[in-house]
């Protein structure tokens, strides 16, 4: 096989036999396969372009989109060759050039690939009719100035090329008539690429295919959906592991993933113009939200890390901690038992380390820590509507209304509905859905949301069913077994407990969120939105809720509920008439709250980056293990996009609604965490560089759209921040043990040296054993009359025996009277912060009206010259309308 002339005499041997049945019947497996590598590896040698072209055959026309489809032998196999047939031709009807790559030359043998060009004329037309903007001058307003504090971030920084990979212009909506306007050097490069597919795109999801049943069959996502083409997408710009080839020498997905998608750049600023470039404005939006919230997060993480390391170095010294600890107070303290029948008397002591571990998270700093991340909260909302400005600004969004592409008529509901109705506005016949059409799903969508919350409500309940059985055989068994003296000084029954329960409710989680994830989507679809705005808001109304309910009840219940409703001894509350309800550790329930919060949050967390880079990964590696030549670097740029995971629409939404629940966690239940925000800071730097990574290398190019803000989520952002000042004002006063401390600390201390001293004792109630029932203590006999529980209540010998004390009493009026200043206080200065922050920056309005004055003046200016240059220099009729234009820009002027 060293000889070129019997190389290219087996090559063409083989192109005939893979065309010629009978011949390739009589080949076997191994020279088949032989052949085929060799003719595809000679068609890139003798080609003359590089396997990584994105140009059409003649290598000058670039390509904007790529469809794909493969022969159909099912009976509707000619119904679909019809389709594509008329799609096409109505595609070059509108001006788009198509080229064909046959499934012979395709490195599966059985895809053809259609390529589209969009032509000057066509890239003209459209960027009109979407009010694209484009260059007209080189704008004149200086970048923002390094400031001497900024140097000091030098080596987060990005190089300035990577940074503003192009110069700031001043920009107006392209028209063709003025072309001569704006500033175009080379025609096939003056529109961005992602300009070129999004108007490219826009005509797919118009373009008629045919009639059916008496309707209009249009766009590429109904073609997409009946099978007809197996994937439409934009093509990426090379590869991104090195520099493309000429002609092509400017590989912007190359340097995305040099200077943004690595982990080795963890600590860099992004590079935002470049995605915006390159992804689009709704991509783009995310990542500045995503970095804006990890910048800020990094302030609450260094506070909460303080409040943590104030909490380990005082641990030691904790008057209380000591006391439960001390043999001669806590080792002489008997306790009620903990369950019926099989729980036994146990000494206070055998809690010591629990206790500890409680102060690292339950002490002075825990106040203060919930009023800094309640003004952290506000601070963070105000900052990023100004950084939302600056962003409209500098993205030329200020003009940019998202009716534009979020009220255009979903394909879906065209294709369902039978009515026509006129649209008061337009004065035009559109399709509509009569509200008694819609009613059955409504009603179906809202039972269906219902269910599964009551289902998430029926879940948690199982889990505390699970932790009270459970408590007894934990008790029971590390009773009973000598062996596990030295564990139980760590591992009590209730930590036991509530660690295995927190990961079981972590599983069930994760489990009723698989599924909802799919019937939310599917009940969505059968509501049948009217438009892409409808339909996002209605799935993200459904998966926020449940998300809610599911994520944070567990949380709820034992920041707010357990150990609240017990009772006393003698006369517990039971669960269902059988289990006795669960009580908080003598230190409070606040542990147990943060050790469910870290097993769900670190869960989900690890669970979420595992999940979004193994999973794209492993579909792509096994896609290019069915290939051919098992090689990625054989065949064509379409092929290798093709073999990439798409990006779904609504992948955008869950990123948004996993950093919205992370954003939860932050704020809803901080005073029992000071950790999470360090824990989201570590998160989100991973998370950046993961999603970076998948888009850059795993998934296909996205159609690139326009976004000016994070629209709903926004709002769900401002009422999570309300609700998060009620919640940690809530478990500073009732599941930690600050108020209670504080009122013994000032009215019933008798040590003013030692202001603590005796708390513990204070603390517990005591009750008499012989009022047990006897169904509920063991039989044998005990040389112990008295145990304690846990509350302020009179002790047996009193007249108002097991009653509230007066102590219950204030211990209850100061946690109302701390709720409801801390609230007014943290309110009064977020509200205070919100006016004084305003939501547009002065510079960022002076910027705003510099530009509309210098596009107004240019405006006029070319309109005069070109006037000028119709009607001559002298003419009466150019004086009269220069006076005219020159009323109008004046007025124009006055008006910025």
């Not at 993200?540 to 449940?546: G, I, N, Q, R, V």
């Not at 219940?557 to 150990?563: D, E, I, L």
């Amino acid at each position: 096989m060293g000889d070129p002339n019997l190389l290219e005499v087996v090559v063409e041997e083989g192109k005939r036999c893979s065309r010629d049945v009978t011949c390739a019947f009589h080949l076997n497996e191994p020279a088949k396969r032989y052949n085929l590598f060799l003719r595809r590896r000679l068609m890139f040698q003798k080609s003359q372009q590089s396997k990584d072209s994105i140009f059409f055959r003649d290598g000058i026309r670039q390509i904007d989109f790529v469809l794909s489809y493969v022969d159909d032998i099912k009976k509707d196999a000619e119904i679909k060759a019809e389709r594509r047939k008329e799609f096409e031709e109505n595609l070059r009807k509108t001006g788009l050039e198509l080229e064909t790559e046959d499934k012979m030359d395709s490195e599966d043998g059985r895809t053809y690939f259609v390529k589209i060009h969009a032509p000057w004329e066509v890239l003209v037309t459209y960027a009109e009719v979407l009010g694209i903007k484009m260059p007209i001058k080189e704008s004149d307003i200086p970048r923002p100035e390094h400031t001497p504090l900024s140097y000091m971030f030098g080596p987060v920084k990005l190089p300035a090329n990577v940074k503003y990979p192009h110069p700031e212009y001043f920009t107006a909506q392209f028209t063709r008539h003025r072309q001569e306007l704006f500033l175009i050097d080379d025609p096939s490069s003056f529109f961005p690429s992602s300009s070129r597919n999004r108007i490219v795109y826009y005509i797919l999801s118009r373009c008629p295919f045919g009639i059916e049943d008496g309707k209009k069959k249009f766009g590429i996502e109904r073609l997409l959906n009946s099978k007809t083409y197996l994937s439409a997408y934009p093509l990426h710009d090379g590869q991104y592991w090195k520099p493309s080839e000429p002609p092509n020498l400017f590989s912007e997905r190359y340097i995305l993933y040099r200077n943004w998608a690595r982990f080795s750049y963890f600590y860099k600023e992004q590079p935002l113009d470049l995605i915006r470039n390159y992804f689009g404005e709704k991509i783009a939006i995310y990542f500045v939200f995503l970095g804006y919230y990890t910048e800020m997060l990094l302030f609450a993480a260094v506070v909460g890390l303080a409040c943590f390391i104030y909490g380990l170095l005082s641990m030691e010294n904790n008057t209380n901690s000591m006391e439960i600890c001390d043999p001669n107070i806590g080792g002489q303290i008997i306790m009620c038992p903990l369950c019926d029948l099989v729980c036994d008397y146990w000494r206070l002591n055998s809690t010591c380390l629990a206790s500890k571990f409680s102060h690292l998270f339950d002490n002075e700093s825990t106040v203060f820590f919930a009023i800094f991340m309640a003004i952290w909260v506000t601070l963070f909302l105000e900052l990023w509507k100004q950084r939302q400005a600056r962003l409209e600004y500098e993205w030329d969004l200020v003009d940019f209304e998202e009716e534009q592409q979020q009220l255009q008529l979903r394909p879906e509901f065209e294709a369902m509905c039978k009515h026509r109705k006129m649209n008061a506005v337009t004065k035009e016949m559109e399709p509509h859905m009569p509200l008694c059409s819609r009613i059955p799903w409504y009603l179906c969508s809202g039972a269906t949301v219902v269910l599964w919350m009551a289902l998430v409500i029926t879940s948690m309940v199982a889990v505390i069913v699970y932790r009270l059985s459970v408590f007894a055989t934990f008790a029971s068994f590390m009773e009973k077994d000598a062996s596990l003296k030295q564990v139980k000084s760590f591992l009590t029954p209730q930590i036991a407990t509530s660690l295995t329960g927190s990961c079981l409710n972590f599983m069930v989680i994760l489990i009723l969120n698989f599924f909802y994830e799919k019937i939310s989507a599917w009940i969505t679809k059968m509501e049948i939105p009217r438009t892409y705005q409808e339909y996002e808001s209605s799935l993200t109304l459904k998966m926020f809720l449940f998300q809610f309910v599911n994520y944070y009840s567990s949380c709820f219940y034992v920041a707010f509920f357990k150990g609240k409703l017990v009772g006393y001894p003698g006369k517990y509350t039971y669960m269902f008439n059988v289990w006795r309800s669960e009580e908080c550790d003598p230190g409070g329930c606040l542990i147990e709250l943060t050790t469910q919060l870290t097993i769900i949050m670190i869960g989900k967390q690890v669970f979420g980056n595992v999940k979004e880079a193994v999973y794209p990964l492993a579909l792509n590696w096994w896609r290019r293990r069915k290939a051919r030549t098992n090689s990625e670097k054989l065949y064509s740029r379409w092929e290798q996009d093709h073999d990439l995971e798409c990006f779904e629409p609504l992948r955008l939404f869950y990123e948004y609604l996993e950093t919205v629940t992370q954003f939860g966690f932050v704020t809803l239940f901080v005073a029992s965490f000071p950790l999470a925000p360090l824990l989201a800071l570590i998160n989100n730097i991973i998370e950046i560089r993961v999603d970076a990574w998948k888009l850059t290398t795993q998934y296909r190019r996205t159609v690139a759209s326009k976004a000016h803000s994070i629209g709903v989520w926004q709002d769900i952002l401002y009422g999570m921040a309300v609700l998060s000042v009620a919640t940690n004002a809530f478990i500073v006063a009732f599941t930690s043990d600050i108020i209670p401390r504080l009122v013994y600390y000032y009215a019933y201390s008798t040590d003013p040296m030692n202001p603590l001293k005796g708390y513990v004792n204070n603390s517990l109630s005591v009750f008499l054993i012989a009022d047990f029932p006897n169904t509920t203590v063991r039989s044998e006999n005990r040389d112990i009359a008295t145990c304690r529980y846990r509350d302020y209540r009179y002790p047996p010998d009193h007249e108002k025996k097991y009653f509230h004390n007066m102590q219950f009493w204030h211990v209850l009026a100061a946690k109302m009277t701390f709720i409801i200043v801390i609230e007014h206080i943290v309110f009064l200065v977020k509200f205070l912060l919100a006016w004084m922050i305003p939501d547009v920056p002065k510079d960022v309005v002076d910027r705003i009206k510099r530009e509309k004055l210098m596009t107004v003046k240019i405006l006029h200016d070319f309109e005069l010259n070109k006037l000028k240059d119709d009607l001559g220099l002298n003419s009466k009729e150019f004086s009269k309308h220069f006076m005219i234009e020159e009323s109008k820009a004046r007025l124009a002027v006055s008006t910025t």
